[in-house]
């Protein structure tokens, strides 16, 4: 079946280390995303990309980073800057950016503290 | 940049009762989906409607573009439609991101 896979599900970080979540789509979507989700909240846009080797920052980039080597392959990487990692990240795909296609997402990926 | 605001932000009902969701807007809107957060997390997709009404089983949902605000009834309601239930837009320009509401929280009791 076509669909978003993020792992791992749950993960936990070191003080001052950097963590990086995996996503995987197989929908052919051009456009993917990260977002992330804090107890009680909507969800707030990290990065996006419309095209492989191509990124954008989104609200709330500052302490990660993304790359996009492969069209169905979007990492992000919690770096030691972001000062408060704990949350909910999801991943999401849509065909396109730029006509408004549906965002389709993965189950996400808990991030907490040791 | 637009603003979603939903109403109202939590909701309890017994089984079987029908309730109504509201989504509204701050501007002119090109895409309105809404999603289903379960209790582990999933978000699941519920509806892509820019405009019009579409249904999809107990569920429907209209979107008014002009008077923007969108609105998700669900009729009949069972203990699995428990969770949050979220609107979100991309409002009037193509730069892909995708803006949510804070939410509306139901809880069905049996």
Known sequence: ?114 | GIQVEQSPPDLILQEGANSTLWCNFSDSVNNLQWFHQNPWGQLINLFYIPSGTKQNGRLSATTVATERYSLLYISSSQTTDSGVYFCASYGSSNTGKLIFGQGTTLQVKP
Not at chain 1, 56 to 77: C, H, N, W
Request: charged content about 20%; hydrophobic content about 25%; proline content about 4%.
């Open chain 1, 1 to 114: 079946d076509g669909g978003i896979t993020q792992s791992p599900k749950y993960l936990f970080r070191k003080e001052g280390q950097n963590v990086t979540l995996s996503c995987e789509q197989n929908l052919n979507h051009d456009a993917m995303y990260w977002y992330r989700q804090d107890p009680g909240q909507g969800l707030r846009l990290i990065y996006y990309s419309q095209i492989v080797n191509d990124f954008q920052k989104g609200d709330i980039a500052e302490g990660y980073s993304v790359s996009r080597e492969k069209k169905e392959s979007f990492p992000l990487t919690v770096t030691s800057a972001q000062k408060n990692p704990t949350a909910f990240y999801l991943c999401a795909s849509s065909k396109s950016v730029q006509y408004n296609q549906p965002q389709h997402f993965g189950d996400g990926t808990r991030l907490s503290i040791l």
